[in-house]
């Protein structure tokens, strides 16, 4: 029969790997409680019209990469591109705004119909954090300074700050009229997509991907020298923060990011270690998220990382990622033994829970199964034949030190494998 193919895009993370998966998501969860983060868990699908109406309409993400579809009952679902809309909208619905302040974070898979290709997936995933109800450049810097304590934490030393501020949406207007005379200048070297979105919205083709585009968005207005006073401040104040905490950063007028959420902070950690795909963790003040989704006008900031980017780097730091020993391995020869193995290892695992003990399965003769308990790279060898079973004993054998083999008694087995493991 012929094989069921994965779906493009969408990946295995295999045994093998699941270890660096592990040790990323366990030093972020551990780092985000110690800054006062929460888990926070939202749905995988949320209607079509919350990401349109949060990512903006002008966006790659939602003119050609959304997975929208209808259900039975006739509505128009997506599968979530992203998990900030989700977050609001699941603050807003649940009433848990009205002034209060939240700081959550969240982790889980995200779709987008991109051309997939090394560190670009249809499924991907994201750690997501949120910090909402907070305004301040104060609460920007700790965010910020949050991740770079996350590279320290896991190793990772190939990544480099990127900020910029958006201003506001008023200040944004000024710069919007100038761009859009500069870009209506330049037009005829604008592509399809910035020629659609020239009107739309021409910030957008800032952000645009397109090499051949690289040159004319080059020579555009910045945005930087339109900023309202306010922006200017909180962008000064921002720095300032940065340069006291020992944070280097580049300030890259360019970064307008890919959402139109945005305003003020920006920010992008990027990379060289992974070829074009070079953003692994990027993020944003969207102080009009929660007013445009519905909800009381409340200022927040988030970011969110790309997990199989910054896997990645971690695999290029520690390319050897074998899972762990086991601590014994059980021996069983002939049936009488193997119900008594079997009974013998689960009492063991009762005594000593934070101890890995390997059974052997599936039967074998000494050869075979010693060969086994040596792939499971095991400190010891617990050995069950019918005579020991007769006896009441289990043979004890360390199999990486030269202590000779012993017998042990059953009920003393517990502390003399402890005994063994620990000394
Ligand atoms: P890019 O510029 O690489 O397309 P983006 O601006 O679309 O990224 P965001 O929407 O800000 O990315 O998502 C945050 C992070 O999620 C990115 O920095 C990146 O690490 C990761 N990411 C985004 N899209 C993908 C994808 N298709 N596959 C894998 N990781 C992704
Ligand atoms: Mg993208």
Wanted: glycine share 8%; proline share 5%; charged share 25%.
């Amino acid at each position: 029969m012929s094989q069921i193919q994965a779906i493009r895009g969408m990946n295995d993370v295999l045994p093998a790997e699941s270890p660096l998966w592990q040790r990323l998501e366990g030093v972020t969860r551990s780092l985000l409680g110690a800054y006062g983060y929460e888990e926070i868990r939202v749905p995988v699908v949320e209607h079509t019209e919350l990401f349109k109406r949060a990512i903006g309409e002008y966006t790659d993400v939602v003119e050609k990469e959304m997975y929208t579809f209808t259900d039975r009952s006739g509505d128009s679902l997506t599968l979530r591109p992203e998990a900030t809309a989700g977050i609001a909208r699941a603050m807003i619905s649940n009433g848990l705004l009205r002034g209060a302040r939240h700081r959550v974070w969240f982790t889980g898979p995200m779709f987008r119909h991109e051309k997939p290709q090394k560190g670009r997936y249809r499924q991907f995933h994201q750690i997501d954090v949120e910090a909402i109800g907070f305004a301040g450049p104060d609460v920007d810097a700790e965010l910020i300074a949050l991740t770079a304590r996350l590279w320290k934490h896991l190793g990772i030393t190939r990544v480099q700050l990127n900020i910029n501020s958006l201003g506001t949406p008023e200040s944004r207007r000024d710069y919007r009229v100038k761009l859009l005379e500069y870009f209506e200048g330049h037009a005829s070297r604008l592509d399809e997509d910035s020629r659609r979105r020239l009107h739309g919205n021409p910030l957008r083709i800032l952000d645009s991907k397109n090499p051949d585009m690289q040159q004319v968005v080059a020579g555009a207005p910045l945005l930087l020298d339109y900023l309202d006073l306010e922006s200017k401040e909180h962008f000064a104040q921002l720095r300032a923060t940065l340069d006291a905490c020992g944070i280097p950063y580049v300030v890259n007028p360019r970064l307008v990011r890919g959402l139109d959420y945005y305003s003020r902070t920006v920010f992008e950690w990027i990379t060289d270690a992974l070829g074009s795909q070079d953003a692994v963790c990027s993020g944003g003040r969207y102080d009009g998220l929660v007013a445009q989704l519905g909800g009381d006008a409340t200022p927040a900031i988030g970011f969110a990382m790309g997990i199989e980017r910054v896997v990645e780097l971690l695999r290029q730091n520690q390319p050897d990622t074998a899972g762990p020993a086991a601590d014994a391995y059980v021996v069983v020869s002939g049936p009488r033994a193997e119900v008594e193995g079997c009974r013998i290892v689960e009492a063991l695992r009762d005594a000593l829970p934070h101890r890995r003990f390997e059974l052997n399965l599936g039967g074998g003769n000494f050869k075979a199964q010693f060969r086994r308990a040596d792939r499971s790279r095991a400190a010891l060898a617990l050995i069950l034949g019918e005579d020991e079973v007769a006896r009441g004993v289990v043979s004890v054998k360390p199999l990486r030190a030269e202590s000779g083999q012993s017998e042990c008694p059953v009920a003393e087995l517990p502390a003399r494998v402890e005994a063994l493991l620990a000394g």
